[in-house]
């Protein structure tokens, strides 16, 4: 007899909840009573979002102006590191030599690379050297007052769109690399025998991959690009090196400004978790969508 999915809370499940909530709750008297901490968890909701007068509204604060960037930073990133994947896992799949080697160079050496050495390498060669030289920010700065405001809210605010741009190159070949072996693998997953069926019936190589290999691949690879695409989320936060304002830096200013430690790097954890969670909940719902589909 096959097991039942039981979704019943036991005893069991309650005790571990009590145990984990009483660990916490030692934590938190541990950090007033030993630290002499005092909370202020009061003055938190005007950092994420304020007054304005001239307006007459809300408007986003510190903490949600860097969530906002996060997202952005998280989302063009993907965006870029989806073909450069594509192009690695193809030619990690190739069958010529010289495609293989070089997808196989590009993949390990992305992935074997610390992020925090990629980020300052590719800021001071992008920002210092390539972008400059295109006056990117000249060329925004003398654009109509509508096309700033859209950059600024799409991209970055005009006086940080070098750096912007940079962290966004920096995320793509990162994560393109591990985006690579997704497709590989993804491709290497379907069986042999419908790859000789297909030759069989005179498809061309491409003509395989198109309409028989990348189809099947694509559903089995949805999961761990979803995986990866969280992962983005919580990469972007090495980016605060380089002073882009997303989610990780407006913590440390914030927290250096403030000194309240614990409350804003709280904030900043249940910010970032509420994004990778409900992107996490978005990836199961397609997962279960996709296999009713097919």
Same mark, same amino acid.
């Given at each position: 007899?096959?097991?039942?999915?039981?979704?019943?809370?036991?005893?069991?499940?309650?005790?571990?909840?009590?145990?984990?909530?009483?660990?916490?709750?030692?934590?938190?008297?541990?950090?007033?009573?030993?630290?002499?901490?005092?909370?202020?968890?009061? +003055?938190?909701?005007?950092?994420?979002?304020?007054? &304005?007068?001239?307006?007459?509204?809300?408007?986003?604060?510190?903490?949600?102006?860097?969530?906002?960037?996060?997202?952005?930073?998280?989302?063009?990133?993907?965006?870029?590191?989806?073909?450069?994947?594509?192009?690695?896992?193809?030619?990690?799949?190739?069958?010529?030599?010289?495609? *293989?080697?070089?997808?196989?160079?590009?993949?390990?050496?992305?992935?074997?690379?610390?992020?925090?050495?990629?980020?300052?390498?590719?800021?001071?060669?992008?920002?210092?050297?390539?972008?400059?030289?295109?006056?990117?920010? &000249?060329?925004?700065?003398?654009?109509?007052?509508?096309?700033?405001?859209?950059?600024?809210?799409?991209?970055?605010?005009? &006086?940080?769109?070098?750096?912007?741009?940079?962290?966004?190159?920096?995320?793509?070949?990162?994560?393109?690399?591990?985006?690579?072996?997704?497709?590989?693998?993804?491709?290497?997953?379907?069986?042999?025998?419908?790859?000789?069926?297909?030759?069989?019936?005179?498809?061309? *190589?491409?003509?395989?991959?198109?309409?028989?290999?990348?189809?099947?691949?694509? *559903?089995?690879?949805?999961?761990?690009?979803?995986?990866?695409?969280?992962?983005?989320?919580?990469?972007?936060?090495?980016?605060?090196?380089?002073?882009?304002?997303?989610?990780?830096?407006?913590?440390?200013?914030?927290?250096?400004?403030?000194?309240?430690?614990?409350?804003?790097?709280?904030? +900043?954890?249940?910010?970032?978790?509420?994004?990778?969670?409900?992107?996490?909940?978005?990836?199961?719902?397609?997962?279960?969508?996709?296999?009713?589909?097919?």
């Amino acid at each position: 007899m096959l097991p039942t999915n039981n979704k019943r809370w036991s005893l069991f499940d309650g005790v571990l909840l009590l145990l984990i909530a009483v660990a916490f709750g030692y934590l938190g008297y541990r950090v007033e009573a030993g630290l002499e901490y005092r909370w202020n968890w009061q +003055v938190i909701p005007q950092y994420l979002f304020r007054y &304005d007068a001239e307006t007459g509204g809300w408007v986003p604060n510190l903490l949600v102006q860097g969530l906002l960037t996060t997202i952005r930073l998280s989302f063009w990133s993907l965006l870029l590191a989806l073909p450069i994947g594509l192009l690695a896992g193809l030619l990690r799949v190739s069958q010529y030599l010289f495609n *293989r080697t070089a997808g196989g160079w590009y993949v390990n050496l992305f992935r074997n690379m610390p992020p925090l050495v990629l980020v300052l390498i590719c800021y001071y060669f992008i920002s210092d050297q390539i972008l400059p030289r295109l006056a990117i920010v &000249d060329q925004l700065y003398a654009a109509p007052q509508s096309l700033q405001h859209l950059t600024g809210l799409l991209l970055a605010p005009v &006086d940080q769109i070098e750096v912007f741009l940079a962290a966004v190159a920096t995320l793509a070949l990162y994560e393109g690399a591990y985006i690579g072996e997704i497709v590989r693998a993804g491709i290497n997953s379907v069986e042999s025998g419908q790859w000789q069926a297909a030759r069989a019936l005179g498809m061309r *190589r491409w003509q395989l991959l198109r309409h028989i290999v990348l189809p099947q691949a694509y *559903r089995r690879m949805i999961p761990p690009l979803a995986g990866q695409f969280i992962s983005t989320i919580k990469d972007s936060a090495i980016v605060s090196v380089i002073s882009l304002q997303e989610l990780t830096f407006q913590g440390m200013e914030l927290m250096a400004a403030t000194y309240l430690t614990f409350e804003v790097w709280i904030s +900043v954890a249940v910010l970032y978790f509420l994004l990778t969670y409900s992107c996490s909940r978005l990836a199961g719902m397609m997962e279960v969508r996709l296999r009713q589909i097919h």
